[in-house]
């Protein structure tokens, strides 16, 4: 369900924009549906990952995280050394999952190797880093030393990476003072790989047995700079369970729920930037969507993608020279995307 407001930006200037909530939930909530007897409901479903030893799989994933500043009023106007664009970075990961070990809770010991990478960073709208590693004069760059270089995790059927055994080979290959090589070294850090083998919508054992129409959440805050931070409550449903190919397929839907009450108790930290209240925050846009192999409990495909822009309007209305007020406008988007290739 799509709300439709008003925001007053500017003295003597309103502006209607539509603020996006993809799905207007509540707390979470597990309901058979309405009007289904309870004989008559689906059984319940596990949304767990399953592990085999020795079991080899391939993943694409890609992270996308960018800020952007754009000038919105007449040219004459722009203040002098004003420079917008967009500014952040784009990175595709191809990677192989060979299962090394199992543990008496289904945790898996997995060695990850890197098969593929794309890093495209900008800055100002300028390209200042474009590697490629299926480009051959990129193969001698300090990411192209990337390829082929493993590491090992330990993952839970829930989808939690809960350590990270041994990256030391990895990080030993990139070690380097040049800004690239810390680059390379970055997507090698702990915190990188945990939230690049991650699945934050799966449910913790005990809990993730579930039917078509039931739904949960939990927090995420994200982070905007100087714009500060929000909290939200990611709401995630079980939407259907599709038969494709002898295999049985768990769809779920995500949305979220800005600045619930639920979320202002378990984060007080939440900031607001040094900016933001000069702004006005128009427009929210929360994608998402898992679907989950139930018959090998593997990831075919999940992302979640966030949008978010905000707006400022020069205090002083226009001239009759000038037809139009001073804009300002701010975005912010964070992607996640991973697949399975094989």
Known sequence: ????????????????????????????????????????????????????????????????????????????????GFTGGHTGNKIELTFARRIKSIDDQGSAAAEIT????????????????????????????????????SYTIEITPSGQVTKVIDVSSARAAVEGSASVNKRAAQLLSAEAIKKRHSIPALLAAGKNQLRTGENWSNI????????????????????????????????????????????????????????SQMFDNPVEIYTGRLKLDLTAGEVEQYFEEFRSEWVTVDLMPPSEEDKEPDTLRMGATRLYRIERID
């Open 1 to 80: 369900m799509c709300q439709a407001k008003t925001y007053s930006l500017a003295a003597g200037s309103t502006v209607c924009l539509l603020l996006i909530l993809i799905g207007c939930a509540d707390t979470a909530k597990e309901t058979a549906g309405p009007g289904l007897d309870p004989q008559e409901q689906e059984p319940a479903v596990t949304l767990a990952l399953k592990f085999a030893p020795e079991d080899l799989t391939s993943y694409k994933v890609i992270t996308e995280a960018e800020n952007s500043v754009i000038w919105g009023g007449p040219i004459a106007s722009k203040p002098k």
């Open 114 to 149: 890197i098969k593929e990478l794309k890093y495209l960073a900008k800055a100002k709208d300028s390209i200042i880093l474009d590697f490629d590693s299926s480009r051959e004069k990129d193969r001698n760059d300090p990411l192209g030393k990337l390829i082929g270089q």
């Open 220 to 275: 995420k805050t994200f982070s905007f700079g100087p714009m500060g931070s929000k909290t939200y409550e990611k709401i995630y449903e079980l939407k259907e369970i599709k038969d494709t190919d002898g295999r049985r397929i768990a769809i779920i839907e995500m949305s979220f729920i800005p600045s619930s009450e639920k979320a202002k108790e378990l984060h007080k930290e939440q900031v607001t930037g040094i900016f």
